[in-house]
């Protein structure tokens, strides 16, 4: 057996030595005179042993210039002992938990972890990319959990909507095709090879998928033998039990993923629903007005101001009685 | 390549069509998962193959367990410190929220010092993160820490000491 060192650099240093240079710095590093310093460079140059210390330590500090201010205690603060098979057990734990989810920096951080748990606050949208490369991009309200196994890619779609954008999957493990499916309470999605928008309708019990590209197969829950594979441009319904006929998918089905609501002569009454997901509170819309039709293209980010813009366009009024209380009434019911 | 470290790939390829899927197997049944036990199935006989040493026919699985728990707790601390370092940063908006390349750097640096660091006993650790990473001077820390500015500076020589003398510490 023989020990190879490829790098000369890793070669011990003297202990002696490391210590001479680690007071070094301590005496450079608050109110150094100009003599300290040229003793110090005096020093460095008596022995190349002394310059290779010198230029270790840079390095020691060079990295605690790479950590921000306030970032690092955190980090490191906290001395850590920990016995071996703790730490494997502990490791177990912590994958299966996943991280504490809703982190912001998670949002763009490949994942790592077997299952983990991802959602979204009412109006607020994410971008994730799993380890496969698949891209989901969540809308408001939404709630999923990521299970990858050896054999399967799976997504489970607890409740709101999502845009997949299924990934190559380069850096399987298992070595063998993972198909990627999307689960939701009334079945399977499972795609080949894809984009499309699976969404978990909040009042009723059941989930619409469209297909922006390629296709996907559905499998309903309590009917495993009516699959149905559905082509790009279509858009279907599901429950439990039966797939509903496919129809044209809806051209601007997945714009809320740039944080745009589009109306084409939409119902009022549908118009507000669809506006009320994205917002707390309750958002009511009066029979009265429940026809009116409404054309454009809006901005998700801002629903009060959609809100306060519509009496310029409709003959309505928009009365609050709380932030979280909205109805949408006629102009003239308000007249005093 | 020398003979030597012909022998020793030789010896390495040996110990990797024996015991790399039993291995496998044994990190998949702890850890849980597949991708990890892959990883550090992996990573194990790159470091194997690093530290220039093979071990005994009948000493394989101990040693490659043993090398394998140790690259266990070093991804666990490496998530401990990822998820202490996301939680610090999610409070920034996002306006200011590093890029991910930051992000991988920052990490990887926090990880390099934790290994050089966690030897050190806890005053001297301690001084010198507060020298380090929160820019306080001797005479604070000292005050912080309840000791004399010399007593500081002592801790904070024999830390640096540590972390200049340490073998694999920041080859980079």
Same mark, same amino acid.
């Given at each position: 057996?023989?020990?190879?060192? %490829?790098f000369?650099?890793?070669?011990?240093?003297?202990?002696?030595?490391?210590?001479?240079a680690?007071?070094w710095?301590?005496?450079?590093?608050? @109110?150094?005179?100009?003599?300290?310093?040229?003793?110090?460079?005096r020093?460095?140059?008596?022995?190349?042993?002394? +310059?290779r210390?010198?230029?270790?330590?840079?390095?020691?500090?060079?990295?605690?210039r790479?950590v921000?201010?306030? =970032?690092?205690m955190?980090?490191?603060?906290?001395? =850590?002992?920990?016995?071996?098979?703790?730490?494997?057990?502990a490791?177990?734990?912590?994958?299966v938990?996943?991280?504490?989810?809703?982190?912001?920096?998670?949002?763009?951080?490949?994942?790592? +972890?077997?299952?983990?748990?991802?959602?979204?606050?009412?109006?607020? *949208?994410?971008?994730?990319v799993?380890a496969?490369?698949?891209h989901?991009?969540?809308n408001?309200?939404?709630?999923?959990?990521?299970?990858f196994?050896?054999?399967?890619?799976?997504?489970?779609?607890?409740a709101?909507?999502?845009?997949?954008?299924?990934?190559?999957?380069?850096?399987?493990?298992?070595?063998?095709y993972?198909?990627?499916?999307?689960?939701?309470?009334?079945?399977r999605i499972?795609?080949?090879?894809t984009?499309?928008?699976v969404?978990?309708?909040?009042?009723?019990p059941a989930?619409?998928?469209?297909?922006?590209?390629?296709?996907?197969?559905i499998?309903?829950?309590?009917a495993?033998?009516?699959?149905r594979?559905?082509?790009?441009?279509?858009?279907? *319904?599901?429950?439990?039990?039966?797939?509903?006929?496919?129809?044209?998918?809806?051209?601007h089905v997945?714009?809320?993923?740039?944080g745009?609501l589009?109306?084409?002569?939409?119902?009022l009454?549908?118009?507000?629903?669809?506006?009320?997901?994205?917002?707390?509170g309750?958002l009511?819309?009066?029979?009265? =007005?429940?026809?009116?039709?409404i054309?454009?293209?809006?901005?998700?980010?801002n629903?009060?101001?959609?809100?306060?813009?519509?009496?310029?366009?409709? %003959?309505?009024? #928009?009365?609050?009685?709380?932030?979280?209380? #909205?109805?949408?009434?006629?102009? +003239?019911?308000?007249?005093? | 390549m020398?003979?030597?470290e012909?022998?020793?790939?030789?010896?390495?390829?040996?110990?990797y069509?024996?015991?790399h899927?039993?291995?496998?197997g044994?990190?998949?049944?702890r850890?849980?998962?597949a991708?990890?036990a892959?990883d550090?199935a992996?990573?194990?006989?790159?470091?194997?193959?690093?530290?220039?040493?093979?071990?005994?026919?009948?000493?394989?699985?101990?040693?490659?367990?043993?090398?394998?728990?140790?690259l266990?707790?070093?991804?666990?601390?490496?998530?401990?410190?990822? !998820?202490?370092?996301?939680?610090?940063?999610?409070?920034?908006?996002?306006?200011? !929220?590093?890029?991910?390349?930051?992000r991988?750097m920052?990490?990887?640096?926090?990880? +390099?010092?934790?290994?050089?660091?966690?030897?050190?006993?806890?005053?001297?650790?301690?001084?010198?993160l507060?020298?380090?990473?929160? @820019?306080?001077?001797?005479?604070?820390?000292?005050?912080q820490?309840?000791v004399? #500015?010399?007593?500081?500076?002592?801790?904070?020589?024999?830390?640096?000491?540590?972390?200049i003398?340490?073998?694999?510490?920041?080859?980079?």
């Amino acid at each position: 057996m023989s020990a190879i060192h %490829p790098f000369d650099e890793a070669r011990p240093l003297d202990r002696a030595v490391a210590r001479e240079a680690a007071e070094w710095l301590v005496q450079l590093h608050e @109110g150094a005179t100009a003599a300290d310093v040229a003793a110090c460079d005096r020093w460095r140059a008596a022995d190349p042993e002394h +310059e290779r210390a010198w230029q270790r330590a840079q390095r020691v500090n060079a990295k605690f210039r790479v950590v921000p201010p306030g =970032v690092g205690m955190p980090a490191l603060g906290r001395e =850590v002992r920990m016995d071996r098979r703790a730490a494997l057990k502990a490791l177990t734990v912590l994958l299966v938990a996943g991280p504490a989810a809703g982190y912001l920096a998670y949002r763009e951080t490949p994942w790592r +972890e077997w299952i983990s748990g991802e959602r979204t606050a009412t109006g607020e *949208r994410r971008s994730l990319v799993l380890a496969d490369g698949t891209h989901v991009d969540l809308n408001t309200a939404t709630a999923i959990d990521v299970a990858f196994s050896a054999t399967e890619r799976r997504l489970i779609l607890n409740a709101g909507e999502i845009l997949v954008e299924t990934g190559p999957d380069a850096h399987n493990p298992s070595a063998s095709y993972r198909p990627f499916v999307v689960q939701t309470r009334q079945g399977r999605i499972r795609a080949l090879g894809t984009r499309f928008v699976v969404r978990q309708e909040s009042d009723e019990p059941a989930t619409r998928v469209a297909v922006l590209e390629s296709a996907v197969e559905i499998t309903p829950a309590a009917a495993p033998q009516d699959q149905r594979v559905i082509p790009a441009g279509q858009q279907a *319904r599901f429950t439990a039990t039966r797939i509903g006929m496919p129809e044209p998918a809806d051209a601007h089905v997945a714009d809320w993923s740039h944080g745009v609501l589009f109306a084409d002569r939409m119902r009022l009454a549908d118009f507000a629903a669809e506006l009320s997901r994205y917002r707390t509170g309750l958002l009511r819309c009066d029979p009265a =007005v429940a026809d009116l039709r409404i054309t454009g293209a809006f901005q998700l980010d801002n629903t009060d101001s959609i809100l306060a813009a519509l009496p310029d366009t409709l %003959p309505v009024h #928009v009365a609050y009685r709380t932030r979280y209380w #909205v109805s949408i009434v006629a102009q +003239e019911g308000v007249s005093r | 390549m020398s003979a030597a470290e012909l022998a020793l790939q030789q010896e390495v390829q040996t110990l990797y069509s024996d015991h790399h899927g039993w291995l496998y197997g044994w990190l998949r049944k702890r850890l849980g998962n597949a991708f990890d036990a892959a990883d550090l199935a992996h990573d194990t006989y790159v470091r194997v193959l690093a530290s220039g040493q093979a071990p005994q026919p009948d000493d394989s699985r101990r040693y490659l367990t043993q090398i394998a728990k140790g690259l266990a707790i070093d991804l666990y601390r490496r998530r401990q410190i990822e !998820a202490a370092y996301l939680e610090t940063i999610a409070v920034l908006a996002s306006a200011e !929220a590093p890029s991910e390349e930051t992000r991988a750097m920052v990490v990887e640096a926090l990880v +390099e010092l934790d290994a050089l660091l966690h030897r050190l006993p806890a005053k001297a650790r301690q001084a010198l993160l507060l020298c380090k990473l929160d @820019g306080l001077s001797y005479r604070e820390i000292a005050q912080q820490l309840k000791v004399s #500015v010399s007593s500081v500076e002592k801790y904070i020589a024999s830390a640096l000491r540590i972390c200049i003398e340490a073998r694999n510490g920041l080859l980079g």
